[in-house]
């Protein structure tokens, strides 16, 4: 599948500005992934359709987890929110038959992150995050980070994730913890 094929099913299903964010977080992460020496296909079609399931109806998404086995049912005690990323990638799956691990991870954790994180995931992950355009306060710093160093931009991203869903007195799911620990290890 082409990276334009992708953006184009994206669209289909997305509200116009759900689409408009995808198609930013495409170029960021291709230019990212010329920066880290990424595979530039791959983060770019895991990047047009990371949000793929996001507009859909909760009761699907749940229906998908439901019935995939290797999607951990825990995700239906946790907010809807994180249900799209996995659900996606099980959709990329089977109606665009990509096989790629890198591909079908960035999606699938590209909201939470996990523990061991590859290159094309962090890509992703932090291209979603920094795209043009966000504009919550700390987004100028982690697109500083973003030119830098990879890891600690990724870190930033985590690290704020978590301190914002806590001031909102919302749960953090344990991949989210997963991921931010694994960081600060490499890190330190
Ligand atoms: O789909 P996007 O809006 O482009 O971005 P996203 O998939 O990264 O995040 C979707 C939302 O999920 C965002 O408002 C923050 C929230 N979120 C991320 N991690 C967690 C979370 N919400 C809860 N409750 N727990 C988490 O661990
Ligand atoms: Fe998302
Ligand atoms: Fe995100
Ligand atoms: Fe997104």
Redesign the pocket.
């Known amino acids: 599948m082409k990276i334009d094929q992708a953006l184009a099913e994206s669209k289909k299903v997305l509200t116009t500005k759900r689409y408009e ?1 995808v198609e930013r ?1 495409t170029e960021t992460a291709i230019n990212l992934a010329k920066r880290y020496n990424g595979d530039e296909y791959k983060v770019g079609l895991a990047a047009a359709l ?2 793929y399931a ?1 507009d859909m109806d909760p009761h699907i998404l749940k229906s998908w987890i439901e019935a995939e086995v290797d999607l951990p049912k825990d995700l239906l005690h ?2 809807p ?2 249900w ?2 996995p659900v996606g990638s099980k959709m990329a799956n089977k109606l665009f038959l990509i096989q790629d691990q890198d591909i079908l991870g960035a999606i699938r954790y ?3 992150g996990h523990q061991l994180m590859s290159l094309v995931e962090k890509i992703v992950f932090l291209a ?2 920094i795209e043009p355009g966000r504009n919550f306060p700390v987004v100028h710093l982690a697109r500083e980070l973003s030119e830098k160093d990879l890891d600690q931009a990724c870190h930033y991203a985590l690290e704020n ?1 978590i301190q914002f ?1 806590i001031s909102k007195k ?4 344990p991949d ?1 913890f997963f991921a931010y620990n694994a960081l600060t290890n490499k890190l330190s």
């Open positions: 964010h977080v990371h949000d996001k946790y907010h929110e994180l799209h990323g590209h909201t939470t979603d995050y994730s869903l919302q749960s953090v799911y989210t």
